[in-house]
Nanobody, 124 residues
Framework: QVQLVESGGGLVQAGGSLRLSCAASGGTFSSYAMGWFRQAPGKEREFVASINWSGGITYYAISVKGRFTISRDNAKNTVYLQMNSLKPEDTAVYYC?????????????????WGQGTQVAVSE
C-alpha cells in the first residue's frame, strides 16, 4: 500500500507561482511512475503532468506545457510540481498520483494510488 500526501497548495494571484510536493510512503517509490491530475468544480479529473520512474521522461497537458515542471527526488520519495505563470483557469484541487509501473499514463483509470488533494486557487 502506497500513501501519498500533498502539500504546497494555496491562494495566489494570476501570474504567480506555487510549488506542490507529494511525499510517498510504502512501496518502492523509485520503481513507480508518478503524476499530477487536477479537478475543478463541476469538471472531470484531468491529467496535468507525469514523470517516469527515473525522472528522465516527462509529459504535460497542452494547457500547462511551458508553465509547469514536474520533477522527482527518489532519495526523498517525493515528487514536485512547480507551477509558474498561474492563470485563474488553473484553479482546482490537485491530486498526486502513483502508478506501480515504470512508465506513465495520462488516464485516471490507470492510476493505482491517489493523494487526498491540495487546493490551488488563482485570483484575477
Amino acid at each position: 500500500q502506497v500513501q501519498l500526501v500533498e502539500s504546497g497548495g494555496g491562494l495566489v494571484q494570476a501570474g504567480g507561482s506555487l510549488r506542490l510536493s507529494c511525499a510517498a510512503s510504502g512501496g518502492t517509490f523509485s520503481s513507480y511512475a508518478m503524476g499530477w491530475f487536477r479537478q475543478a468544480p463541476g469538471k472531470e479529473r484531468e491529467f496535468v503532468a507525469s514523470i517516469n520512474w527515473s525522472g528522465g521522461i516527462t509529459y504535460y497537458a497542452i494547457s500547462v506545457k511551458g508553465r509547469f515542471t514536474i520533477s522527482r527526488d527518489n532519495a526523498k520519495n517525493t515528487v514536485y510540481l512547480q507551477m509558474n505563470s498561474l492563470k485563474p483557469e488553473d484553479t482546482a484541487v490537485y491530486y498526486c498520483a502513483c502508478r506501480r509501473t515504470l512508465t506513465t499514463s495520462s488516464k485516471p483509470n490507470d492510476i493505482d494510488y491517489w493523494g487526498q488533494g491540495t487546493q490551488v486557487a488563482v485570483s484575477e
